[in-house]
């Protein structure tokens, strides 16, 4: 197994909270579209597996326009193997699902649909910056269905400044009513250089406490689980068979290439990442050469990933497998620093695995801290 992960990093407008890597200037999407060519026949042979999962993310992937993604997909499957049941997922923000874009969709290998729909309260995506009001959302769904896509995700978030817990189980009720596959959950995050932080260090706006959004989580928690989805990872919630296969293998540290501008790629051995500047990428790719930085992976460094990335999900870590991958007395260490967590009921072992409990859950950093190598 193996995955393709594409960064497409235009947007029409930028988000309040945003601290990925995109840009507003859309001249360059062409230019950036071809050299995205170019930066796969210099990977080709990153990894020599079929590939299991695409991803096309960003950023906003609906700003290439119809016929640069027809073109995307056209590479991507000429210059990689991908499976014929590969999951293959793209990022859409609700306004630009149209019934044009719908039916494009439905002509391209896509099978799974990621929207970020955050709210339904037209008052707090205002306050984002979003540029979708909460009926949007309700039509991208119900037009991407009539499209045949039976694979939908939405991103939400919680602990807006001011936000109460009735408002958030509005929100919930307003997801579950839509019957989408799957639920992303995230606490409202302000990333050091962006508008929200600036707000916040100014006093403008307060940060939620941290009880009302533990209460938040819990309320998400309890009532998607009653809905009959799998809380399969820490923020992440799905219908039985619909986890995403793609950031499950993140999770996992399953290979995966990153293709565009600021993305990352993993092959077991060692971290690459692409320079996040646009055009210092297409300067250098089309020159022949992938503008990276390179981390070799040593025992303990893989060590920590597997703690701070298995321990996120209901699978945990699995201890034959850490076995196998790094010896008995990488097992041995994590088993002797989970000891007192198992002993007050914060994790527990059971079929090999190691994991959270409910209640370790929701102190889960503080525990993998615990349990990683300094």
Not at 10 to 36: E, H, P, W
Not at 100 to 119: E, H, I, K, W
Not at 222 to 228: F, T
Not at 257 to 270: E, L, Q, R, V, Y
Request: glycine residues 6%; hydrophobic residues 35%.
């Amino acid at each position: 197994m193996a995955g393709i992960y594409v960064h497409i990093p235009f947007c029409r407008s930028r988000c309040l909270y945003c601290g990925f890597y995109s840009t507003t200037n859309l001249d360059l999407r062409q230019r950036y579209v071809d050299t995205l060519f170019k930066e796969m026949q210099l990977r080709r042979d990153y990894i020599q597996a079929p590939f299991s999962t695409v991803y096309i993310g960003g950023g906003t992937p609906s700003m290439l326009g119809d016929s640069n993604l027809r073109s995307l997909f056209h590479h991507i499957y000429n210059v990689f193997d991908i499976e014929a049941d590969a999951e293959v997922t793209i990022e859409c923000n609700p306004d630009d699902i149209t019934p044009d874009f719908a039916q494009t969709l439905a002509g391209l290998p896509v099978n799974r649909v990621s929207m970020g729909a955050q709210t339904f309260s037209d008052e707090r995506l205002r306050f984002l910056r979003r540029r979708h009001d909460a009926t949007e959302t309700d039509r991208a769904v119900k037009l991407l269905r009539q499209a045949g896509i039976r694979n939908i995700s939405i991103d939400l978030m919680f602990g807006f400044p001011d936000e109460t817990l009735d408002e958030w189980s509005c929100d919930i009720s307003h997801a579950l009513a839509l019957g989408v596959e799957h639920i992303s959950a995230y606490s409202l995050m302000y990333e050091e250089g962006t508008p929200l932080t600036a707000m916040l260090k100014r006093g403008t706006i307060k940060e939620v406490d941290e009880e009302t959004s533990l209460a938040m989580y819990e309320t998400l928690a309890r009532r998607l689980k009653a809905a009959g989805y799998e809380h399969y990872e820490i923020s992440n919630f799905a219908r039985p068979g619909f986890r995403s296969r793609h950031n499950s293998s993140y999770w996992h540290l399953t290979p995966y290439i990153g293709i565009g501008a600021a993305a990352h790629s993993f092959d077991m051995k060692s971290r690459q990442w692409n320079v996040a500047h646009l055009s210092k990428y297409i300067e250098s790719v089309n020159s022949g050469v992938i503008p990276m930085e390179r981390e070799e992976l040593d025992s303990d460094t893989t060590f920590n990933d597997i703690v701070t990335t298995a321990l996120r999900t209901s699978d945990g870590i699995n201890l034959n497998a850490m076995e196998q991958r790094l010896g008995t007395e990488y097992k041995d260490t994590v088993i002797a620093a989970s000891t007192k967590h198992i002993r007050n009921g914060l994790m527990e072992i059971s079929d090999n695995h190691l994991r959270l409990t409910s209640k370790g859950i929701f102190i889960s950093d503080s525990i993998m801290s615990d349990l990683m190598i300094v």
